[in-house]
């Protein structure tokens, strides 16, 4: 029998609603991973709704936390660490030294950083300090990478002008380190309208996605998130990188119809859950190149 593969994720936790872990930690379970949840933060609810209670982890508590499951004998168990919301850079350094310790333990594990910034027209409040974290120490660390467009922006320091040129972006940060780098969420002068983009870039090639763009009253907010988790999950499962990448898309947009359909503001997971693990839509990665 196949073995299930295990996944650490060190990311935030809602109490209410979803974003950060409680956004991917049960799809991924239910695409068939091991999670072994780590929050950064508790919050009550995700910072869009302009205010919340709750705490931020003390940022030894995740090499400490890393250290007791190594302490049972299970950490060459771990398969791949996913890293999203952060609370501080300290926690960022602190999650680079989990993750140095896992690989000792599993050279073969993965690391993927989804570099969540601050998105202040949004309402996503990262501290600033966090953002020069993940451009200056993170990238160099990381396998996997899935910036959203303004994450990309901010590694290159620019704004994009056209997709070839977002493409160059994604290419320049794969020369940080990241043997590939998902941007979940492109943006760029001419795009068309209607379509939601997403881009692969890999030292094998590059391929661009289209699926349509769907209406919100408000934008619901965890997306990234799941797409990022989704994304490591099905890799662990014995997807290519392109198999992932179309599997990832296709199974965002079933959540994100389900929620559409039932006009939440949260991402509407539990119902969603059958369409995530067979998604009936399917959109195709197409090659690009410079
Ligand atoms: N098909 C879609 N139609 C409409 N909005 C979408 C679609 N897919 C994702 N979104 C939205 O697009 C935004 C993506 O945000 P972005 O900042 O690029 O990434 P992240 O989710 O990591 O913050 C989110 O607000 C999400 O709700
Ligand atoms: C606590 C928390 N975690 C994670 C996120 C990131 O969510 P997204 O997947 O939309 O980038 C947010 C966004 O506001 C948040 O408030
Ligand atoms: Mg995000």
Redesign the pocket.
Same mark, same amino acid.
């Given at each position: 029998m196949k073995r299930t593969p295990h996944l650490l994720a060190i990311q935030s936790h809602v109490v209410f609603g979803h974003a950060g872990n409680s956004a991917a930690v049960f799809p991924m379970q239910r695409v068939g991973v091991n999670v072994w949840p780590l929050n950064t933060v508790q919050f009550s609810n995700h910072t869009q709704y302009g205010q919340w209670a709750g705490e931020v982890l003390a940022p030894q508590q995740i090499p400490a936390l890393v250290e007791g499951i190594a302490a049972i004998g299970e950490l060459g168990q771990c398969d791949a660490v996913l890293s999203g919301y952060l609370g501080s850079a300290a926690q960022g350094r602190a999650i680079l030294t989990g993750v140095a310790r896992i690989k000792v333990a599993n050279p073969k594990a993965l690391y993927l950083c989804?570099p969540?910034m601050g %998105?202040p027209e *949004?309402g996503?409040i990262v501290a600033p300090e966090v953002s020069t974290f993940l451009l200056e120490e993170a990238a160099a660390v990381a396998d996997l990478m899935?910036p959203?467009? +303004?994450?990309l922006d901010s590694f290159s320091g620019r704004k994009a002008q056209s997709l070839l040129d977002c493409l160059a972006m994604a290419r320049a940060l794969l020369i940080r380190g990241p043997k590939a780098v998902l941007v *979940? %969420?492109l @943006?760029y002068p001419g795009k068309p309208e209607d379509s /939601?983009e997403m881009l692969l870039v890999t030292a094998d090639g590059s391929w661009h996605l289209r699926?349509? =763009? +769907? @209406? /919100?009253p408000r934008?619901?907010?965890? !997306?990234?998130? =799941?797409?990022?988790g989704l994304f490591l999950a099905r890799i662990l499962l014995g997807d290519s990188l392109v198999a992932a990448f179309e599997f990832t898309a296709a199974a !965002? %947009?079933e959540v +994100?119809l389900e929620t559409q359909a039932c006009a939440s503001y949260e991402l509407e997971l539990v119902r969603a859950q059958d369409r995530i693990a067979h998604p009936r839509v399917r959109f195709e990665a197409v090659p690009i190149s410079l």
């Open positions: 989804d969540v %998105h *949004k996503c899935c959203n467009q +303004l994450e *979940k %969420h @943006a /939601f699926r349509p =763009l +769907l @209406a /919100f934008q619901p907010v965890g !997306v990234g998130d =799941l797409t990022s !965002v %947009h +994100l």
